[in-house]
């Protein structure tokens, strides 16, 4: 009798987002943009969004909110903070805006980079305000959105490690003398999650989400063109 070997093929789910192993911090993702973006007018408070699908994902799903102004986005689906702080100097610093609002975290608890530490974050965070205000630019950071469980990466119970960060980021903020946006007591549910009408998956806000960000980020954008 034949035997009949029977071989079972596992397909392994892959996450919402790829890394280019040639271009591991994204350089290239707004090269061109950067290239042909013209000099700062002197006038212009050129504004730059430096963060990851929640900052790519605003003027996809909201455009209007950055159309007839000089707010220019920098995010990249899947960063973590240290893709960014690679990034930082062509995505930011070559542009001379007079202010960038950083939102960074997310990711690297959800270990899109592989595992990370809250103190990875913090020096990271830390490192791309120390370079922007040594080149002269405001800085807004911002608190990172709640999370229940990463829909990609399930069970790594976030939520408690995104207060811990925010209250840090906040202390940091204060000690530095910049502008703190605080997203998450606007948008946090009981659970420390993102309010179910805020978002499609728990993690990205929806346009209802990015109505409840602006307000408290072009106040911060104020407060902070004149400090």
């Known amino acids: 009798m ?13 996450p919402v987002f790829l890394i280019d192993a040639q271009d591991w911090a994204g350089l290239s993702r707004y090269a061109k943009e950067n290239a ?19 900052t790519e ?12 102004k000089a707010y220019i986005n920098r995010g990249i689906s899947g960063q973590t903070s240290p893709q960014m702080l690679v990034r930082f100097r062509s995505d930011v610093i070559n542009l001379h805006p007079k202010v960038v609002v950083i939102l ?8 899109n980079t592989g595992s990370s530490t809250l103190e990875m974050i913090e020096d990271n965070l830390a490192s791309m305000t120390e ?3 040594a080149n002269g630019i405001k800085v807004i950071l911002c ?4 999370v229940y469980d990463y829909p990609w990466k399930k069970g790594l119970e976030p939520a408690q490690k995104i207060v811990t960060l925010n209250a840090w980021i906040k202390n940091y903020s204060t000690k530095k003398k910049i502008v703190f946006v605080d997203y998450f007591s606007a948008m ?7 309010k179910a009408e805020l ?18 980020v072009e106040k911060a954008i104020r407060q902070a063109l004149l400090k």
């Open 188 to 194: 946090v549910d009981e659970r420390h999650g993102l």
């Open 104 to 111: 960074a975290g997310t990711n690297d608890i959800a270990g």
């Open 36 to 54: 042909v973006l013209p000099a700062t007018p002197a006038k212009e408070n050129r504004v730059i969004f430096m963060g990851n699908s929640i």
């Open 2 to 14: 034949k035997k009949i070997l029977l071989i079972t093929v596992c397909l392994i789910a892959l």
């Open 199 to 216: 978002t499609y998956d728990g993690v990205h806000p929806n346009q209802t989400g990015y109505l409840v960000m602006e307000p408290l």
């Open 143 to 146: 608190s990172v959105l709640p």
């Open 131 to 133: 370079i922007a205000m």
């Open 57 to 68: 994902g605003w003027i996809k799903k909201h455009p209007s909110f950055f159309e007839g």
